[in-house]
């Protein structure tokens, strides 16, 4: 296989400019689960990235062939670290990108002083996590819409043992 410059994925801090760009990236991906538009809209406030999210957070893009094709954001909250974000751009799912976003999570929680972090996945990308190996420590449970409920694993990660599968395919 080889390694074509377009096909090379970069890692770099977002920019608060980027905003709109990443906004959209997160729409697209939630979307791309088929969930109905009402449910969509109840997720804007949380799938809508700004500026200021940016500046105060550990947000990075991944950028291919000059465009950004996925971005994740890690959140302190106290003394916990969340991967709060993780969204790749439908045409670039299963290319990579997703895995070279965690895999940069990975390092910057373990650089940030994190032995873990944590994630509250959507149900859909729960297999990415566990075999990004993850380990389900719970789930989240919450009212929804329209008198639903809903239920979303909680994953925690140890920074420097995570993604063993990849380390496994490298060796």
């Known amino acids: 296989m080889t390694d074509h410059p377009s096909q090379r994925v970069l890692i770099s801090a977002a920019l608060p400019g980027e905003a709109d760009a990443l906004t959209e990236i997160a729409f697209a991906a939630k979307r791309h689960w088929g969930y109905p538009d009402a449910w969509i809209e109840q997720w804007r406030a949380a799938l809508t ?5 940016i500046a105060t957070h550990e947000v990075f893009a991944a950028r291919k062939a000059g465009s950004i094709a996925g ?9 916990i670290l969340r991967l709060e974000h993780l969204w790749v751009r439908p045409g670039d799912m299963g290319r990579g990108v997703g895995s070279a976003l965690f895999r940069h999570s990975q390092q910057r929680a373990s650089a940030l002083g994190f032995e873990t972090f944590e994630i509250e996945s959507d149900p859909s990308a729960s297999g990415f996590y566990l075999r990004m190996g993850a380990e389900q420590m719970g789930t989240s449970t919450s009212a929804f819409l329209e008198g639903l409920t809903r ?21």
């Open 71 to 79: 971005f994740a954001a890690l959140v302190r909250d106290g003394g």
């Open 151 to 171: 239920e979303l694993p909680v994953f925690r990660c140890h920074a420097s043992r995570c993604a063993p599968a990849l380390r496994a395919r490298r060796e």
């Open 49 to 53: 990235i700004t500026a200021e999210f």
